[in-house]
């Protein structure tokens, strides 16, 4: 991968905030490391008052990161909540509150108790495709070793807030050495971290180059550029099949449906069954595409199916809240049908199943597709789609 760094338009930026937010667009730009949403970066800076953490609001994207995007935290307040006892999201965004270095504010991104925990000025977190390709796998511990070892110490999957800090602090600390650059969070994504802009920015895109360069010894980099070719899309299958997503999901959804040659290959596959029933690369991507795509046309099994995973990990009362209808269908003859609540909403999941079908060929070309428990996916579905203001 090629650093994107220019010098001219760095000069242009007049602060180091102002250069956080340069870094933080070219990182966001680039659709193989964060989708819609995803990521977060974050600067420290010495102030009068002490040292202030800026992190990503919540809300915003890295693609469209400007000095606004970042809310200021008194670092020091943050860290104490990061020496707490164990603390759900609601509670470390209650406790996060006495940190904020005015109001209103963007909600800080989840990850910011990360971001204050590691002693770097900068510090960028992504999901990148590349890297869940390479360590997406039943053998992750070994592929981490041959690619990564102390330039970027594994993280075992945590769900992303006050536990997944915790974890990265822990193994930074315990084998972090003087050329480590980042932390490879297992099942979720990257974090790379530096001094300044640059340096951070670099060690992102190397860490990156890295899990190319792997996938390409392995023969696993190529996707397919042809397949069969499949019958045009059949607007009656399709109707009969949006009629029961409807049904199921208790609204009109609308849909959007992509036949090029990797997603007509990946339909096609014969393992499709096995492959693609793991769940998705980085857990962010269940908000829009759910955990698993429905294959085949019965509908009602796969929400019976659905609605069974939700009740398991979430209770009947969360999982309520969330409709069981697919929202990614895979069918050799049309590829991929998505389903949003808006043209938008369906546009992103097909983004993001899109980018999961990358992922989990280029995974399955070296090793066993795995992606993190059922249960850190169905706590995602909920806190990341916005249930957690809805059951409170
Ligand atoms: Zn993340």
Request: charged share 20%; glycine share 6%.
């Amino acid at each position: 991968m090629q650093s994107l760094w220019n010098d001219i338009d760095a000069a242009h930026c007049d602060s180091p905030l102002a250069l956080r937010a340069y870094a933080s667009r070219l990182l966001g730009g680039d659709p193989t490391l964060v989708l819609h949403g995803g990521g977060n970066t974050s600067l420290k800076r010495e102030a009068k008052s002490g040292c202030v953490l800026y992190v990503k609001g919540t809300v915003s994207d890295l693609a469209q990161a400007t000095e606004q995007t970042f809310t200021p935290l008194r670092l020091d307040s943050v860290l104490r909540v990061l020496e707490q006892p164990p603390l759900d999201n609601a509670g470390m965004m209650r406790a996060l509150e006495d940190g904020l270095l005015h109001r209103p504010a963007l909600k800080p991104s989840i990850e910011t108790l990360m971001h204050a925990g590691l002693p770097f000025a900068l510090v960028e977190h992504t999901h990148a495709d590349s890297v869940l390709a390479a360590l997406n796998v039943d053998n992750i511990q070994a592929v981490h070793a041959e690619v990564y070892g102390v330039r970027a110490p594994l993280v075992p999957y945590q769900h992303s807030g006050h536990a997944l800090a915790r974890a990265c602090l822990d193994t930074f600390r315990a084998r972090g050495m003087a050329n480590t650059i980042g932390l490879i969070l297992a099942f979720h994504g990257v974090v790379a971290f530096g001094n300044d802009a640059r340096t951070a920015y670099e060690n992102m895109i190397e860490l990156v180059t890295f899990a190319e360069e792997f996938l390409k010894a392995r023969n696993a980099w190529r996707l397919p550029e042809a397949a069969p070719v499949a019958a045009a899309p059949d607007t009656q299958t399709l109707d009969a099949l949006h009629t029961e997503i409807n049904a199921i999901a208790g609204t009109a959804l609308v849909r959007h449906v992509i036949g090029d040659a990797p997603t007509i290959a990946y339909a096609q596959r014969p393992d499709l069954a096995q492959i693609s029933q793991q769940g998705p690369a980085t857990p962010q991507h269940a908000v829009y595409t759910k955990r698993v795509p429905l294959i085949g046309r019965d509908v009602a099994g796969y929400a019976a199916r659905y609605r069974e995973y939700l009740d398991t990990h979430l209770g009947k009362t969360h999982s309520s809240l969330i409709d069981a209808a697919p929202r990614i269908a895979l069918d050799p003859a049309f590829g991929l049908c998505a389903f949003g609540t808006t043209e938008r909403e369906a546009r992103i999941a097909a983004q993001m199943y899109q980018h999961d079908i990358a992922i989990i060929t280029r995974a399955s070309s070296h090793g066993r597709y795995r992606s993190a428990p059922a249960a850190a996916i169905a706590l995602a579905e909920f806190e990341y789609g916005g249930y957690t203001a809805r059951a409170a």
